[in-house]
C-alpha cells in the first residue's frame, strides 16, 4: 500500500461559475480524496459583526487524487452533474497529472491557518524575480521554489498548475540549487 501511495497522481479539475463547492460534495459522497486550496476572509454577516470564513483561494479549481485508470477516472466524473473540465497536456488527449510529492509540498502551503500566505497566478509568480532554492531548515525543509526579494523581506514562491503560493521566509533558511 505504501509503495503504491507514493507514485499516486493527482488531476486538476476546472468548474464555472464558482461550483467547486458542489464538486467537492459530489466527489466526497463518492469517498473520493480531493483538494481545494482555502484561505480565510473576513465577511460582514447580516448581523453587521466580521466573522472569518473559509473560502477557496482560486475559484473553480479542484484537485482529485486518482485512484484509477485515466478511462475510470473520466467515467466516475461524468457522473457529476455540474459542469466541469479535466486539465490536459498541451496539444494531447492525456490528462495533466501532478506528482504526489508536488501535491504534498503544495498542500502544506495552501495551509488556512498560514498569516501573510499571498496566492496568484503562474504568470505572476513567474514575473517575481528570484533565484531557485531549497529550504534547508524549518517545517518546510527539503521543499524547492524560488526565493523572491521585497526590500528586506524574503518570500518563498511555488507554483503549481497555473497557481503560485507565496510565503514569508528567512534567507537563512534557504539555500540556493546551482
Not at 70 to 88: A, I, N, W
Request: aromatic share 10%; proline share 4%.
Amino acid at each position: 500500500m505504501d509503495n503504491q501511495k507514493k507514485y499516486t497522481t493527482w488531476y486538476v479539475l476546472r468548474t464555472y461559475n464558482r461550483q467547486e463547492l458542489k464538486i467537492s460534495e459530489y466527489l466526497s459522497e463518492l469517498g473520493k480524496e480531493h483538494f481545494i486550496p482555502m484561505t480565510y476572509v473576513e465577511r460582514k454577516g447580516r448581523d453587521g459583526k466580521v466573522k472569518r470564513v473559509l473560502t477557496p483561494v482560486v475559484h473553480n479549481m479542484i484537485f482529485l487524487r486518482k485512484d484509477g485508470s485515466q478511462k475510470q477516472m473520466l467515467d466516475m466524473l461524468e457522473g457529476c452533474t455540474v459542469p466541469l473540465s479535466v486539465l490536459r497536456k498541451e496539444n494531447s488527449t492525456e490528462c495533466y497529472e501532478i506528482p504526489e510529492n508536488q501535491m504534498t509540498e503544495f498542500r502544506s502551503l495552501c495551509d488556512p491557518s498560514f498569516e501573510g500566505t499571498h496566492f496568484m497566478t503562474h504568470e505572476e509568480a513567474e514575473a517575481k524575480p528570484g533565484k531557485e532554492v531549497r529550504i534547508v531548515h524549518g517545517p518546510f525543509a527539503g521543499m524547492t521554489g524560488k526565493l523572491h526579494r521585497v526590500k528586506n523581506s524574503f518570500f518563498f514562491i511555488k507554483t503549481l498548475a497555473g497557481l503560485g503560493v507565496m510565503m514569508r521566509i528567512s534567507r537563512w533558511y534557504c539555500e540556493v540549487i546551482e
